[in-house]
């Protein structure tokens, strides 16, 4: 499980079209589906149903004290030459701000999770074994991308089907609350 923020449909296609060439180009990577591209905020790892109850009202009550945020995504990279990512623009600040408040109102609901580093970006695809040169040509390929910028106007609480059988990850939605106005209601 996982918290993170979604990109509207439109940002996402935007950034689909810039693909085009780099999933032409490099078939065998193992491509994210569109509909799974998130900007995780806190990774939460395997959690017993039990832990998940207790979390809802707190994350619904952060998200309503909360402004959207207006983010972007913008260029890409990769990870060790494998994982193939874009990166976000925008209130970058915002986002660190709200990662750092979502994963201390998890804790203090008695969830553990690994601490992770943020480093905000969107997962695009991972390499096969031995085909690290897509990765770092199909980086190459959206280096300059620069999307258009929308809001952030929804918290999701994210369940996969990680260890469930073979074949791609999928994601669903377990929840999600929309931000509200900000603490002082502007």
Known sequence: MFLALAPPDDAKDELAQALRPAYGAHPRMRWNRIE????????????????????MAPLAGLAARRRPLRLALHGGGHFDE???????????????????????LVRECGVSFPERPLRPHLTLARSRRGDQAATVEAAAGIAAFSGRSWEAR????????????????????IDAWDFGRGADGT
């Open 36 to 55: 799974d591209w998130h900007i995780t905020l806190a990774f939460l790892g395997e959690l017993p149903v039990a832990a998940v109850p207790p979390l």
């Open 82 to 104: 494998r994982v193939l990512w874009t990166g976000i623009a925008g209130d970058l600040a915002g986002l660190h701000h709200l990662a750092t408040d979502v994963r201390a």
């Open 154 to 173: 929804r918290l999701h609480l994210v369940g996969s089907n990680v260890g469930r059988g073979p074949g791609p990850i999928h994601y669903r939605d």
